[in-house]
């Protein structure tokens, strides 16, 4: 049974930063391309980057460019989110997605999903 677990959600003033964390089990992990999406209320989920099973290859959402970091560690089967200079528009539910096919960076292209972190931005 594959299970996604994020942690690293919380509260955070703008500016700030988060490192989100997924841990995989259930699964060959470096076989599978990992993503980060996020849903505010009311809006659809989104995009925000995506990671190739070695790590050679990220993609990131245009507005989380420069700020977002994405990393896996194969070992120990986690990839994490470094999230910096965080704004208010960032607050959303965070979700951690794996899919065998690549980087993705539609959601429908992921097999199996994290339950999601709350990430909360103040201004």
């Known amino acids: 049974q594959v299970q996604l677990v994020e942690s690293g959600g919380g509260l955070v003033q703008a500016g700030g930063s988060l490192r989100l964390s997924c841990a995989a089990s259930?699964?060959?992990?470096?076989?599978?391309?990992m993503g980060w999406f996020r849903q505010a209320p009311g809006k659809e989920r989104e995009f925000v980057a995506s990671?190739?099973?070695?790590?050679?290859?990220?993609y990131f959402a245009d507005s989380v460019k420069g700020r977002f970091t994405f990393s896996r560690d194969n070992a120990k089967n986690t990839v994490h989110l470094q999230m910096n200079s965080l704004k208010s528009e960032d607050t959303a539910v965070y979700y951690c997605?794996?899919?065998?096919?690549?980087?993705?960076?539609?959601?429908?292209?992921?097999?199996?999903w994290g339950q999601g972190t709350q990430v909360t931005v103040s201004s």
């Open positions: 990671i190739s099973g070695s790590g050679a290859i990220t």
């Open positions: 259930g699964l060959t992990f470096s076989r599978y391309a």
């Open positions: 997605a794996a899919n065998v096919w690549g980087p993705e960076l539609q959601p429908r292209r992921y097999e199996y």
